[in-house]
């Protein structure tokens, strides 16, 4: 059984200032590993929430200090944005008398395919998968080319096995666009996959309006009690098109972090 009573975990989310939800399967994750005792104690962290990640260092009370990153791509967040705001160097730092481990975000594991699979299969029950396009949605940016790397991993991954007819990365803001989904694909059935850590801002607000599932933003999931999902299938452009849940919203990612947390140790072994 997993257990380091003499550490902490912090689990560092994006957070949003715009879409209360963004946060909300970052804090259910934390509060599943709270319980399990796997730690001595678990914090969260935010970009565009509270806790802020230049705060939650001064919250932690042991010294060895495990950061996992509730984030989808090794992409400027990662890489940037949350070493700068914790003031790590590297792999393994020491900040103001503490070991912060920084291990590698939760989208890099290699759990991603399966859950990104029974995702896939639960939104589409009875859906023959050699006749259906599914899509692994990611966000996609300018700021660093490994943004939409995690996307085209799981696809390659996912295409390899053959299941489904067609299998296709598509982006909110870069080639290939998820607003040409039909466009991009051949089959009768479409199963598009948010491939992001909440059903906030993005999943839930912008990528329906995309896909032309909605008209405009349909707001906050939380507010929401039908929403986007209830209404699968969607019967649009010729096509069934089925529209899941953002993968991060999974359970299973809780067991996935702790992953990343023995995996950095095995590393430095």
Not at 87 to 110: E, F, M
């Amino acid at each position: 059984m997993f257990s380091k009573p003499d550490s902490t975990l912090v689990i560092v989310g994006h957070g949003s200032t715009l879409n209360p939800d963004s946060s909300g399967p970052t804090w259910e994750h934390a509060d599943a590993i709270a319980q399990s005792g796997a730690f001595g104690e678990v914090h969260c962290a935010f970009w565009k929430e509270e806790p802020s990640l230049r705060q939650v260092l001064h919250c932690v009370t042991k010294r060895e200090v495990y950061v996992v990153p509730n984030f989808i791509s090794e992409g400027y967040f990662t890489q940037t944005v949350i070493p700068r705001e914790l003031g790590l160097d590297g792999p393994q730092t020491n900040v103001a008398g503490r070991t912060v481990k920084y291990c590698a975000p939760v989208g890099s594991h290699a759990r991603m395919t399966d859950l990104l699979l029974k995702r896939a299969a639960a939104v589409a029950p009875g859906v023959p998968p050699k006749e259906t396009s599914l899509f692994i949605v990611g966000h996609g940016t300018g700021l660093n080319d490994n943004s939409a790397v995690a996307a085209k991993r799981e696809v390659e991954r996912i295409r390899a096995l053959g299941i489904f007819g067609e299998v296709i990365a598509a982006y909110m803001e870069e080639d290939p666009l998820i607003a040409k989904w039909d466009e991009l694909s051949t089959q009768p059935n479409v199963v598009v996959v948010p491939f992001f850590i909440a059903d906030g801002l993005h999943s839930y607000e912008d990528i329906p309006v995309l896909l032309g599932i909605a008209d405009s933003s349909p707001g906050a999931a939380s507010a929401n009690a039908a929403g986007v999902f209830a209404q699968n299938p969607y019967r649009l452009r010729g096509r069934m098109l089925f529209y899941a849940n953002s993968i991060g919203t999974e359970a299973g990612f809780a067991e996935v972090i702790l992953d990343q947390v023995a995996a950095f140790d095995a590393a430095a072994a």
